[in-house]
């Protein structure tokens, strides 16, 4: 009978734990994050100027921004040396890796602004084992704060001097493609918005990543599911919020050989546009720092685009 109530009770105990565990981690993403974007984004209280350097024909600061709200975002951004003229903006989210540096991949004589932002991430590079649940509100945040991050970064931009208001381009590269829509949705001082390499239904995606982790694939399959969960993903997915750009244009630039997007949920993300939209279609796999040649083709495609139609628009000004 004691042996019972002993099974019992660790039973219960064990159910308990279980309970009380998940709990503890979907608590923080049961609710939409997109209600407080603008209350996070705050209002700008500081600037932290880090450092400054020449790179090509333009310089690179490098700064961090500093929100009413406690949101902190490190902002790098290349301005041409000559200063006495407006430039259409280009702002990137990319990858979590690269971050701020991307400024530094886009080849160096662009008669434009370019600013990249890191992911409001404080914890290390690489987490495994029992500090994965250490730092898991910390990933939860990132998610979450990346938004209002690019906000912030836009009242920061538009303070400058030499960026054409009328001309701000957002562009989501990889992992920035899923979560740039949100505030671009929100946020209509940019003009027009680019996603290189972009998907919906982000289980599925993540699914596809964790292969060579998980080989089961109902594990699989119930990991990407939790991992989209918790990252807030089911609210900050893509096709969740391009209908809301429209009429603003957005450009999808995909590759039918990307290894990390399954095809179906590009496609998905496709037919999530709304006119006025374009789909431009390349060659090669999915872009990373390391893939020079993709780097390099996706930046003229959209860099020459903006140029091209700057100069109209300078002459357009110039005939009246």
């Known amino acids: 009978m004691k042996i019972s109530r002993l099974i019992a009770w660790c039973g219960l105990s064990l159910a308990t734990f279980i309970i009380v565990f998940f709990g503890w981690l979907v608590f923080p ?11 996070r984004k705050g209002t700008l209280s500081f600037v932290e100027q880090e450092r400054i350097f020449p790179f090509g024909d333009s310089t690179i600061t490098e700064t961090t921004l500093h929100s009413s709200s ?9 301005i041409p040396l000559d200063k006495t003229k407006k430039y259409p903006l280009v702002l990137l989210l990319g990858g979590h890796k690269t971050g701020r540096n991307a400024v530094r991949l886009v080849p160096a004589r662009q008669d434009m602004v370019i600013a990249a932002i890191s992911y409001p991430y404080n914890a290390p590079a690489k987490v495994t084992g029992l500090d994965l649940l250490r730092y898991l509100r910390v990933y939860q945040a990132a998610f979450r704060d990346t938004p209002p991050a690019v906000m912030l970064a836009l009242d920061y931009l538009l303070s400058q001097a030499v960026v054409d208001e009328q ?20 946020d209509e001082r940019v003009k027009r918005l680019w996603l290189v390499h972009g998907a919906a239904i982000p289980d599925v995606v993540i699914e596809h990543n964790i292969r060579q982790r998980f080989h089961n694939g109902l594990v699989r399959v119930m990991m990407a599911k939790l991992l989209t969960i918790l990252s807030s993903g089911h609210y900050l997915k893509a096709e969740r919020w391009l209908p809301l750009i429209s009429p603003r244009p957005v450009i999808a630039i995909n590759s039918r050989q990307d290894e990390r997007l399954p095809f179906h949920t590009v496609t998905a993300l496709h037919r999530a546009l709304v006119q006025p939209a374009e789909i431009i279609w390349i060659e090669g796999q999915h872009i990373t720092p390391g ?30």
């Open 29 to 39: 993403v049961l609710t939409d994050p997109s209600r407080h974007f603008m209350e």
């Open 70 to 78: 406690g949101l902190t975002v490190k902002l790098s951004y290349r």
């Open 167 to 186: 001309q701000i381009e957002a562009v989501g590269v990889s992992l920035g493609a899923f979560l740039i829509t949100s505030p671009v949705a929100m």
């Open 291 to 320: 893939r020079e040649a993709v780097v390099q083709q996706i930046s003229e495609i959209i860099l020459k685009r903006i140029a091209t139609e700057s100069k109209l628009k300078v002459l357009d000004s110039v005939a009246k």
